[in-house]
C-alpha cells in the first residue's frame, strides 16, 4: 500500500523529515509516536503533498506509483486522507455544500456519477450516526464554530464518506474528552477493513487503546528511532520520550550512521 | 394613459419589419452624428426620439453646465483610479442602433465566449439571443409570446415597464415629474453628461399599493435589447407598492465604446419599497487593461415616503474602471436604506465604489455590507458616505467592509466617511482585510477540491451574505460569474 524510502522534507528552508523508511501493508495499522518537533505532522504533510512541505530526498510509493511530484487534490482523489490536527474554518462556506463537492469531486475521479442532493443527504445522515455528529453542524459554515469535538467528528465523517484507500489521522485525540475520544474511535474502527490502511499519528498512547495499531514507530528529529508492536506504546507511556532519547544518547553511532546517511 | 396592450400580431409585425430595415444596413449606418459635443448634436438626439420641449430643455441645461464643467475642469479626480485624460470631443453622441450581423450558428461565435457561456450555465437559446445568432421563426415566437404574456400581466396591474423613450410618449407627465429629481442635471460631471446626450434606457412604474408580480428585467424588454452608452433608467414605486428590478446580465457583454456614463433614478413613496439588483460583467480589458469599459454611473434612490425602502444589490465583476456609488436618500421617517456589495477585480482592473446613506428622516435606517475582492494586480477602493442630518432624531447605520485579497499584487483600501450632525444617532463601522489562507486552500484540495474551485468556493463564502440578496437564479449565475472572473488568478 505505502512504502517510504529514505524521505527527507524541509519546511520554511529548515530540514524537519531526515531519512524516514517505513512500509505499510494493505489492511494494517501503524502508530507513529514521537515528541513535540519531531517531525509527525511534516510527515503528515509530505505525504499529503501540502504546497509549504518541500519533499527533497526519497520516494513516496502509494500503489506502487511515486506520489512526490502528485497534486494534493490527485492524492485525495486517489484515496489519501488526512484527518487534519487543526481543521480549517472556511466562513461563509457551508459543510454541507462543501461535503457534497469534495465527495463528488473523488467520485468523478473515479468514474462515478455524483451524487445528487437527495442521494447525498441520505448518505451523510447515515454517516453522521456513526460519529455521533448533530444534523445542524450540516448548516454551519464549515468548521466556523465548531467545538474541539466537533471538528474532529467532522474530519472522521469526511473519511467515512470518502472511504479513502490510506487515512492518515494527525493527532486525532488532541482536545477531546474521554467520551469524545471513544466516539471518534467508533467512527474510525467503523472504517477498518483488509483493504484500507491508516497512520495514526499521536503524542499519547490513549487513542491506541481505542484504535489498536499492528505497528509502533516512534519518531525523533525527523528519524524513525524505534519500532514495534502495541506495546511499545505503553512502555512509551510508562517511561516517557525521556527514555528513547536517552537510549539514542548512549549509543551515538546509530544515530550517526543515519547522519551520514544524508550526507551521502 | 396607457395604449391598449399590443395585440401579438402587431409585435410579429414590428418584428418583421425590423428584419426588413436590416436590409437596409448602410441607410442606418449613415444615421450618425460626427464626433463632438455641442448643441447641435442634442439638438439632433431629441429630434431624433420625437422629444418634448421641456426634455430637449433639460438637455441644453445640462449640456450648459458641462461645457462649464469642461472648461472648469471639475472632472472628478478624488476616486483611487486613474486612466488617460478622456477626449470629450472625440466621441460620437448620436448613433442609430445598429443590427448586429445575424450570425447563422454558434458555432461562428468566438470560443473563448462560448466557453464562458458554457460555464455559466447560459442556455442554447439564451446563447444564440445574445450572439445575434439568427433564431427559428418558432423560438423567435415563443419568447414574443413569453413577453407578451407578462406585459399582459403588467398591464392588467397597472404596472408600465418599458424603454425610457417609449415612457417620454406615452408617461409625459410621469417622466416629467419625475426626471432629475434625484439627481439632478447638474449633480456630478458624468450624470450632466449622462442628462445632456443620454439615448434611452428603462422606465417602471408601479402603481399605489401594487407588489409587482415578477421581476422586472430588461431580458424581457426585448423591444429595447441592448444598452446604451449613455443609458437613463428611472423607476417609480407609488405608495404602498413593491418591484423588484433586474439589471444587467451575466453573459460576458462586449461594447465598441469604451466610456459609460450612466444614470439610474429611483423613487420610493410612503410605504413602498424597492429592490434594485445589478450584475455588472462588461468587458474588463486583456491582461494589461487595454479596451476595457470605464464605467461611471451614477445611481440614486430616494425614499421619499414615511416607511419606504429601497435597496441596492450589485455584484461589479466587470469594466476596467468602476467608479459607482448607489445611494440612498432617506427622506421620509422610518425610511430603510440598504447597500449590498460585491465587487471584483483581477488583471488590472480598477474599482472605486461604495454608497451614500444620507440620512434626513426620523428614525431612518441604513445597513452597508461591502464585499471587495482583488486577485492579479486588481485594485480596490471602498469610498461611503453616511450622513445624518440635524433633524434625522434616532438614526441607525450599520456599515460592514470586507476585503479579500488573492495574491501580493493587488490592492484593497477603504474610505469611510461620516458626517453625524446629530446626537441621538448610532452609527457603526467594521472593517477586515484577509487573505486566502494557504491553510484553507490545503484544506479543499485534501479532499479532492482543485485549487480553482477552491478558490472559487472560499470566494462565494466571503460573499454569502451580499448574494443570498439576489433573486434565486440571479443568484446561481453570479456564484458561476465570480468563478469565471477569477480565472487565472492562481498560480
Not at chain 2, 6 to 35: C, H, M, N
Not at chain 2, 242 to 252: F, K, Q, R, W
Not at chain 2, 338 to 349: C, I, L, P
Request: hydrophobic share 35%.
Amino acid at each position: 500500500m505505502l512504502e517510504i524510502k529514505n524521505l527527507h522534507a524541509s519546511t520554511a528552508g529548515t530540514p524537519i523529515l531526515k531519512g524516514i523508511d517505513l512500509s505499510v501493508a494493505p489492511g494494517e495499522i501503524h502508530a507513529v509516536m514521537g515528541p513535540n518537533g519531531s517531525g509527525k505532522s511534516t510527515l503528515a504533510n509530505a505525504l499529503s503533498g501540502r504546497p509549504t512541505t518541500e519533499v527533497t530526498a526519497g520516494e513516496i510509493l502509494f500503489e506502487g506509483r511515486d506520489l512526490t511530484g502528485m497534486e494534493p487534490e490527485t492524492r485525495a482523489c486517489e484515496g489519501i486522507f488526512l484527518a487534519f490536527q487543526y481543521p480549517v474554518e472556511i466562513p461563509g462556506v457551508g459543510n454541507n455544500y462543501f461535503l457534497k463537492a469534495s465527495v463528488n469531486a473523488v467520485r468523478e475521479h473515479r468514474g462515478e456519477t455524483a451524487l445528487d442532493a437527495m442521494d447525498f443527504l441520505s448518505l451523510v445522515r447515515e454517516k453522521m450516526k456513526l460519529v455521533h455528529m448533530p444534523d445542524e453542524l450540516m448548516n454551519r459554515p464549515i468548521n466556523a464554530g465548531f467545538s474541539g469535538g466537533e471538528k474532529k467528528r467532522n474530519e472522521v465523517l469526511q473519511m467515512l464518506l470518502l472511504e479513502p484507500k490510506l487515512c492518515i489521522l494527525d493527532e486525532t485525540d488532541s482536545g477531546l474528552d474521554i467520551d469524545a475520544l471513544r466516539e471518534v474511535a467508533e467512527g474510525v474502527n467503523a472504517l477498518r477493513s483488509p483493504d484500507r490502511s491508516m497512520l495514526i499519528i499521536t503524542h499519547y498512547q490513549r487513542l491506541l487503546d481505542y484504535i489498536v495499531p499492528d505497528k509502533v514507530h516512534v519518531l525523533s528529529d525527523g528519524r524513525i528511532v524505534r519500532s514495534g508492536d502495541k506495546d511499545l506504546a505503553l512502555e512509551l507511556e510508562e517511561k516517557g520520550y525521556g527514555w528513547i532519547e536517552s537510549e539514542l544518547a548512549s549509543n551515538p553511532a546509530a544515530s550517526d550512521a543515519r547522519a551520514e546517511g544524508v550526507r551521502g | 394613459m396607457s395604449e391598449a396592450p399590443e395585440s401579438e400580431q402587431s409585435q410579429l409585425e414590428r418584428l418583421a419589419s425590423s428584419e426588413y430595415k436590416y436590409g437596409f444596413v448602410t441607410d442606418i449606418d449613415t444615421d450618425q452624428a460626427p464626433p463632438g459635443l455641442n448643441e447641435d448634436v442634442v439638438r439632433l438626439i431629441s429630434a431624433k426620439k420625437k422629444e418634448p420641449k421641456w426634455l430637449l430643455d433639460f438637455r441644453l441645461k445640462a449640456l450648459a453646465r458641462f461645457q462649464e464643467m469642461l472648461e472648469e475642469e471639475t472632472e472628478p479626480t478624488w476616486a483611487k483610479v486613474s486612466y488617460p485624460k478622456i477626449d470629450y470631443q472625440d466621441i460620437i453622441y448620436y448613433s442609430a442602433p445598429k443590427q448586429q450581423p445575424a450570425l447563422e450558428s454558434l458555432d461562428e461565435v468566438d470560443p473563448e465566449l462560448r466557453r464562458t457561456y458554457d460555464k455559466l450555465g447560459i442556455s442554447i437559446e439564451e446563447q444564440k439571443r445574445i450572439s445575434g445568432v439568427k433564431v427559428a421563426v418558432d423560438a423567435v415566437f415563443d419568447s414574443v409570446s413569453v413577453a407578451t404574456t407578462f406585459k399582459a400581466e403588467l398591464e392588467k396591474q397597472g404596472i408600465i415597464f418599458g424603454s425610457f423613450t417609449d415612457a417620454v410618449h406615452e408617461h409625459p407627465e410621469l417622466v416629467k415629474e419625475y426626471l432629475g429629481s434625484v439627481v439632478p442635471y447638474s449633480d456630478n460631471f458624468f450624470a450632466t453628461l449622462n442628462s445632456a446626450v443620454f439615448t434611452d434606457g428603462s422606465f417602471a412604474y408601479v402603481p399605489k399599493g401594487v407588489r409587482c408580480p415578477m421581476e422586472l428585467s430588461t431580458y424581457f424588454r426585448i423591444n429595447a435589447a441592448g444598452t446604451g452608452q449613455f443609458e437613463r433608467t428611472l423607476v417609480i414605486a407609488d405608495e404602498g407598492s413593491y418591484v423588484s428590478y433586474l439589471e444587467g446580465c451575466t453573459a460576458p457583454q462586449r461594447d465598441e465604446n469604451q466610456l459609460h456614463a450612466a444614470v439610474v433614478e429611483l423613487v420610493a413613496l410612503d410605504d413602498a419599497e424597492i429592490k434594485y439588483s445589478t450584475v455588472q460583467n462588461w468587458y474588463p480589458g486583456d491582461e494589461n487593461g487595454v479596451g476595457g469599459i470605464y464605467n461611471f454611473v451614477t445611481k440614486r434612490g430616494a425614499c421619499r415616503g414615511a416607511r419606504s425602502k429601497i435597496s441596492w444589490t450589485q455584484v461589479e465583476t466587470g469594466s476596467a474602471i468602476t467608479w459607482k456609488y448607489p445611494s440612498c436618500l432617506l427622506q421620509g421617517d422610518d425610511s430603510v436604506g440598504e447597500f449590498y456589495s460585491v465587487a471584483m477585480t483581477n488583471r488590472r482592473q480598477q474599482a472605486d465604489t461604495g454608497t451614500k446613506m444620507i440620512h434626513l428622516g426620523k428614525n431612518t435606517r441604513s445597513t452597508i455590507i461591502s464585499k471587495g475582492i482583488s486577485a492579479g494586480k486588481g485594485e480596490q477602493s471602498y469610498r461611503g458616505l453616511v450622513k445624518i442630518g440635524p433633524r434625522a432624531e434616532g438614526a441607525r447605520n450599520y456599515s460592514q467592509c470586507d476585503s479579500l485579497l488573492l495574491g501580493d499584487e493587488c490592492g484593497a483600501h477603504t474610505f469611510p466617511y461620516l458626517e453625524v450632525k446629530n446626537p441621538s444617532a448610532t452609527v457603526e463601522h467594521e472593517a477586515t482585510t484577509s487573505k486566502i489562507g494557504e491553510d484553507q486552500l490545503f484544506y479543499c484540495r485534501q479532499r479532492g477540491i482543485s485549487e480553482e474551485d477552491a478558490i472559487s468556493m472560499i470566494v462565494n463564502g466571503f460573499c454569502k451574505e451580499v448574494l443570498s440578496e439576489l433573486p434565486m437564479e440571479f443568484a446561481v449565475e453570479a456564484q458561476a460569474l465570480l468563478g469565471v472572473s477569477l480565472e487565472g488568478s492562481v498560480g
